[in-house]
């Protein structure tokens, strides 16, 4: 009797979760979706039309571009946007040399301590040391931005969904706010100190264009730096600063792929051929 009991709670129960999930179901395929401001003018995130050379299962890095992606985030970034989980050193993956880390490094000014009085002081980056941020605390961002503490953006590529293509997108991508949209949805237009851009989540941005003109950097190697090669190189550099072991992950992966494919064609002779008198004795 417990037995029956048992089941019987058990397939209601089931049951009752299967009537769950096709309700579910009938409702998500059937519900009309709310049309909002940024269903209909959100775009998807680009990349440049020739892409990036770390693209792909053979990529590689482009370290000029690298290069040229740094200068942008120094001259342009920099003044907002920190970059607390890279370290001055790291530099040297990109093609520098030790005595340019070094001078790279003197350039910022990190917190530190004076060695007579034990007070508090401003000193010269070292190598070791990380990008230091633009402002001392996250009130002092806020109070010059609009209320909007402008993100760190050692990870921003891995924290969006394609992030190289996002962080083009979204640096290329502002514009005047479309007549359609005023009309539609008045409420979503920019209020005053944001920025219409249909790659951000909910349209309205507090970040003013950073890529306002062509010749904004010069570069050091003679790149015509236009908006759209600034974004593109500052968006690989992002890229680096966020995942660094990228393509020494993708040339680890295929002498894996190849040790798992002859590990595998392996297996399956010695199966054969341990298999192989089992099967003559059952002739």
């Not at 049951?15 to 709310?34: D, I, M, N, Q």
């Not at 002081?121 to 990380?130: G, I, Q």
Request: net charge negative; charged share 15%.
């Amino acid at each position: 009797m417990i037995r029956l009991v048992g089941i019987l709670i058990g397939l209601g129960f089931t049951f009752v979760v299967l009537l769950a999930f096709v309700t579910g179901a009938y409702t998500w395929s059937t519900e009309e979706v709310a049309e909002t401001a940024e269903s209909v003018f959100h775009e998807t995130a680009h990349g440049p039309e020739a892409g990036y050379s770390f693209d792909g299962p053979f990529g590689t890095w482009d370290l000029a571009q690298l290069q040229r992606g740094y200068q942008v985030y120094k001259e342009v970034c920099s003044a907002c946007h920190s970059l607390n989980y890279v370290a001055i050193r790291d530099l040297e993956q990109l093609g520098y040399s030790e005595d340019q880390v070094k001078a790279e490094a003197a350039s910022f000014q990190v917190p530190g301590i004076n060695p007579d009085t034990g007070e508090d002081t401003m000193r010269p980056a070292l190598p070791t040391d990380y990008f230091p941020s633009p402002y001392p605390n996250s009130v002092a961002a806020a109070a010059a931005n609009n209320n909007a503490i402008p993100p760190d953006l050692s990870l921003m590529t891995k924290a969006r969904h394609h992030g190289s293509d996002y962080v083009y997108s979204l640096l290329t991508g502002y514009q005047e706010v479309p007549a359609q949209l005023r009309e539609e949805f008045p409420d979503a237009t920019p209020a005053p100190g944001l920025y219409y851009n249909p790659y951000f989540a909910n349209l309205n941005l507090a970040m003013a264009p950073p890529l306002t003109a062509d010749g904004q950097v010069t570069y050091a190697d003679g790149t015509e730096a236009t908006i759209s090669q600034m974004a593109q190189d500052v968006a690989a550099f992002l890229t680096w600063t966020a995942e660094p072991q990228l393509i020494k992950r993708k040339q680890t992966g295929w002498p894996v792929l190849g040790f798992l494919l002859f590990a595998t064609i392996l297996a399956w002779l010695a199966k054969k051929q341990i298999w192989a008198g089992a099967k003559r004795r059952k002739d």
